[in-house]
């Protein structure tokens, strides 16, 4: 589906991550937007926002959005506050399996009026007990090693396939496998597909479906760095954790927050 100006609004629903900690920049990501019950929220890695096996602890999360669809060079930031009197702002997984996944509630009331974007909903989302081809094509769409398109401000767009069988979590594990060439800061980036086979409210629609996020590298523990080149695999966490985070968590950001309504 084409937004205002010929622009995918696969672009529009991905974001470029910048944390703080104290005013200082650490590292950099990527996001995508998500609509649930009128909140607003940033998703991406469990890992942007908290780290602890490496002390990684961001205070805020910064975005560069645009500001004017018709004119892309055009934009605004936006700060999102991980803490408010000391309570995280963002939802993960409470019970079952860990995921490297989280959920970041944007609680500005300016921030759809400020700013241009779009939202995936759980409508978008594509269960893992759907019929899936082997070796399904999908793209993966973010900001490697946080290039991208400077002058526009739009992510990259990779393409993968689907390697493990997306239908069974791979070792048990809430995640499937992609076979992509992949880099840092792509981490929280959509997985998508396009399936025009598939209906959505009785009509064929040729739109994105979001399948994961992507979040790390896959290696072996017995690879021989001198001899075996890394094997190019990738974890995609199933974005079907997304409505299920958000649902164990009644009161997200319970600092306290706003409705915001907006329409994908």
């Not at 690879?223 to 990738?234: A, I, Y």
Request: aromatic share 8%; charged share 15%.
């Amino acid at each position: 589906m084409m937004d205002t100006n010929g622009i995918d609004k696969a672009f529009l629903r991905v974001a470029k991550i910048q944390s703080f900690a104290n005013g200082l920049p650490l590292t950099n990501a990527t996001g995508f937007f998500y609509l649930q019950d009128d909140f607003l929220y940033l998703v991406t890695c469990r890992h942007v926002v908290i780290n602890e096996v490496i002390d990684h602890c961001p205070d805020r999360l910064q975005l560069s959005l645009h500001s004017d669809v018709s004119d892309l060079r055009q934009r605004a930031e936006l700060s999102i506050p991980l803490y408010v009197d000391g309570i995280p702002q963002w939802c993960q997984l409470s019970h079952g399996h860990s995921a490297d996944v989280a959920a970041v509630l944007i609680n500005d009331p300016q921030a759809l009026s400020n700013h241009v974007l779009a939202t995936f909903c759980c409508d978008d989302i594509l269960n893992k007990d759907a019929g899936i081809p082997l070796g399904q094509n999908v793209l993966i769409v973010g900001f490697p090693l946080g290039f991208h398109d400077t002058l526009h401000n739009l992510p990259i767009v990779r393409s993968a396939t689907i390697a493990s069988s997306f239908a069974q979590p791979f070792k048990g594990e809430p995640y499937f496998l992609t076979d992509a060439r992949l880099h840092r800061g792509m981490s929280g980036s959509p997985v998508i597909a396009s399936l025009p086979g598939r209906q959505k409210h009785g009509e064929q629609m040729g739109r994105w479906w979001l399948l994961g996020i992507h979040s790390s590298a896959l290696d072996v523990s017995d690879r021989d760095p001198g001899q075996d080149e890394r094997l190019g695999l990738n974890t995609a966490y199933y974005a079907s954790l997304i409505p299920e985070i958000l649902r164990s968590h009644s009161q997200p950001g319970v600092g306290g927050h706003g409705t915001i309504g907006f329409n994908n």
